[in-house]
């Protein structure tokens, strides 16, 4: 394998105290389309999303804005799209990175596991859709 | 009109010490590796599919990427929208009264560039960038 096998830059996530105003800026400012909203499943985040050829912009925020707060926004991390996320793992793993398991990702279908060392700040991620029977959870 | 993530840029203590983790162990080629004096940075570009991961490492104290390092840290410091026509970009910005860090574009890393100031987007630092034909990457 070519290193991790990454194959693009899945998403950048912006991290705000008011995703939803962050996101109106984004597409005020720069013209990027937001596609689509969500609450997190389990911590009810807000969240929104804009895409822009291969990479999701995906800006994250709390369930609810405080209000009278000035809104605060900033570049919180990197998740990486790989072929096959156990031998990405693996891989990592061998150079000393500390990383998680591979478990089930919000996107049906796709394993996420996050990288906890080594990555000069960074909160990192690696994801592979596909990988697994959304019905049944086995590996596809 | 903006096409594509042109990079994100990652400001480390010690380019070659980051490139342990990005190169080395991600695997990611480098496509360009220089220091842009008056920037006062060692630039490294590593390709990920259509975009890049820029490793910034000041080369001197007194610059706005060595005061980010300086009171926040390692780790993610901007992010690089590709257009085909950067001052463009640039004057449509002016236009909608944002706040600007460059008043004209210049030659960077990523080719013609340009930086919006980070008050106007909630405190993120936005660039825009042209590549000129020849250079490397996309």
Redesign the interface.
């Known amino acids: ?9 899945d998403h ?1 996530v ?1 991290a ?1 105290n008011d995703s939803g ?2 996101a109106e ?2 597409q ?5 389309e937001i596609k689509r909203t969500m609450t997190r499943p389990g911590t009810g985040a807000q969240l929104a999303f804009a895409k ?4 999701v ?1 995906e800006f994250a925020g709390p369930p609810e804005p405080k209000p009278g707060e000035e ?8 998740v ?2 790989v072929r096959d996320i156990r031998a990405a793992v693996d ?2 793993r061998a ?1 000393g ?1 500390e990383v998680g398991d591979p478990k089930p990702a919000v996107q049906p279908g796709a394993l996420i596991a996050t990288v906890k060392s ?5 909160p990192f991620a690696l994801i592979q859709y596909e990988a697994i029977s959304p019905a049944t959870g086995a590996p596809a | ?5 042109h990079h ?1 840029g ?4 010690s380019a070659d ?2 490139l ?2 990005y190169r ?5 080629p480098v496509t360009a590796d220089r220091v842009v004096e008056d920037q006062g940075v060692r630039g490294v570009l590593l390709q ?4 890049e ?1 820029e490793l910034l490492e000041p080369t001197r104290d007194d610059t706005g990427v060595a005061r980010f390092l300086a009171s926040r ?7 690089c ?1 590709e257009s085909d026509d950067v001052a463009k970009e640039l004057e449509a ?1 002016r236009q ?1 009264g ?1 706040e600007l860090i460059d008043q004209a574009p210049r030659v960077g890393l990523a080719g013609m560039i340009c930086f ?1 100031h980070p008050r ?7 660039e825009f960038a042209t590549p000129i034909e020849g250079q490397h990457g996309h």
């Open positions: 394998m070519d290193g991790i096998g990454a194959t693009h830059i950048i912006i705000s105003a962050v800026t984004f005020r400012n720069l013209g990027l822009l050829q291969e990479v912009l809104v605060k926004a900033r570049l919180w991390g990197i990486l799209a891989r990592l150079f990175c080594g990555t000069h700040g960074v | 009109m903006l096409t594509k993530i994100v990652i400001v480390v203590h010490e980051a342990k983790f080395d162990a991600l695997g990611l990920i599919g259509n975009s991961i840290g390692e780790g993610m410091h901007h992010i929208f910005a909608k944002i919006l106007s987007n909630h405190g993120v630092l936005v």
